[in-house]
């Protein structure tokens, strides 16, 4: 089993939608937790951190539960530029450092 | 702020060549991380630095790659000798560290053909 699991999709949806997506992981040490968005033949850019209360940030929302060791990232409103692979990363600790494990993606179409 | 710089951001090379990827983290990030990118593996972890020092190389082919970080403003993640399989995109990040968590800033990557 992977230690940080995504569905892969695709979620295609319509503009103005809400879209929600689900990340698990293994490690119950796990200390941190980040949403990544990835557009085609890109690098990875720092989508939102997760907190433990949630959090907010325009139209979208990240949510931790760690009994369930999930975090999810709900996108309201869609938007044609939001199409894109949301990736998921957990920070586990390791030696007195923290290794940050990535999920395969998931991948967001909205059509008009 | 540049952000991360890679170098080269193509390559293309014979199976047996010696490949050298590069790169520039952003100025006072004190860990840097290599990762390779496939459609099958998704973004895999390489290895990664703290400081200059190795932290964690368990990601790493060993027998053909090899991953140096001279001073706090260059590394370098060499592959000899390079195979097809090793066909892959080639990130570099870095970070700051605080307390439990860091986020990692990614240069654009290497696209690395070998034939």
């Known amino acids: 089993r992977k230690e940080v699991e995504q569905d892969p999709g695709p979620f295609n949806v319509p503009e103005g939608a809400t879209v929600a997506f689900n990340c698990t992981y293994s490690n119950s040490a796990s200390q941190s937790f980040f949403w990544y968005r990835q557009d085609c033949r890109k690098e990875p850019k720092l989508l939102m951190s997760v907190y433990s209360s949630g959090n907010e940030d325009g139209r979208f929302t990240a949510q931790l539960n760690r009994a369930s060791q999930y975090i999810s990232l709900l996108i309201r409103d869609s938007k044609l530029s939001d199409s894109a692979t949301y990736l998921c990363?957990?920070?586990?600790?390791?030696?007195?450092?923290?290794?940050?494990?990535f999920g395969r993606g998931t991948s967001l179409i909205v059509h008009p | 702020d540049a952000g991360v710089i890679q170098s080269p951001r193509h390559e293309v090379t014979e199976m047996g060549q010696e490949v050298t990827l590069r790169c520039k983290p952003i100025s006072g990030h004190d860990y840097l991380f290599w990762y390779r990118q496939t459609m099958m593996q998704g973004l895999e972890l390489l290895v990664y630095?703290?400081?200059?020092?190795?932290?964690?190389d368990s990601g790493m082919p060993k027998d053909r790659f090899s991953a140096k970080m001279p001073n706090a403003s260059f590394s370098t993640l060499k592959i000899q000798p390079s195979e097809p399989r090793d066909s892959a995109v080639y990130f570099c990040?870095?970070?700051?560290?605080?307390?439990?968590?860091?986020?990692?800033?990614f240069g654009p990557g290497t696209r690395l053909t070998v034939t």
């Open positions: 990040a870095s970070s700051l560290a605080g307390g439990s968590s860091y986020e990692q800033y």
């Open positions: 990363v957990v920070n586990s600790a390791s030696g007195g450092s923290y290794i940050p494990t």
């Open positions: 630095f703290n400081n200059k020092a190795v932290m964690d």
